[in-house]
């Protein structure tokens, strides 16, 4: 027979963990909130509708991009990038995104947003270039 349950006490589950507990006895055991994983979330869903932007119809062309990113952007909480946590060497990019990302004023969701559309136009731009190589 169940008798506890473990939430992270948010507020739908409370009115409910009351009537479980005075009907069925059921114990309430509370843990610490995800607010930290959540508000990561909430970071990519921004990132996302950013990036498509607007038409979220479109998010599965962007989702690959924007994890990349997430993983060699440093995070505040380490100052490592999590690629390099992961793999000790830095990751090897066809341009360089600090430095042309250096100035720019923007938030961290707005920054990744910002990066993920440079990695998105990558291709494009080495077809172009090897256009110009071969007019050359």
């Known amino acids: 027979m169940l008798a506890v349950i473990v939430t992270d006490n948010s507020s739908p589950y409370v009115s409910a963990l009351d009537w479980l507990t005075q009907t069925y006895c059921i114990q309430h055991i509370c843990i610490s909130p995800y607010r930290i994983i959540e ?4 970071n990519i869903c921004e990132v996302l509708v950013k990036s498509c932007e607007g038409d979220i119809s479109q998010w ?3 989702a ?4 990349w990113e997430e ?7 380490t100052g490592y990038l999590p690629y ?3 793999h000790s060497v830095e990751p090897l ?12 004023p923007v938030s961290t ?17 080495l077809m172009q270039i090897k256009e ?3 007019q050359a």
């Not at 690959?64 to 994890?67: A, G, K, L, P, Y």
């Not at 969701?109 to 559309?117: G, M, Y």
Request: proline share 4%; hydrophobic share 40%.
């Open 93 to 104: 990019l066809p341009f360089d995104l600090t430095e042309a990302t250096f100035l720019l």
């Open 109 to 125: 969701t707005e920054l990744i947003a910002h990066r993920t559309c440079q990695v998105q136009k990558c291709p494009e731009d």
């Open 64 to 67: 690959t991009s924007i994890f």
């Open 84 to 86: 390099y946590m992961a």
């Open 60 to 62: 599965s062309t962007t």
């Open 71 to 77: 993983c060699i952007t440093t995070h505040k909480a």
């Open 39 to 42: 508000w990561h979330h909430f």
């Open 132 to 134: 110009q190589v071969l």
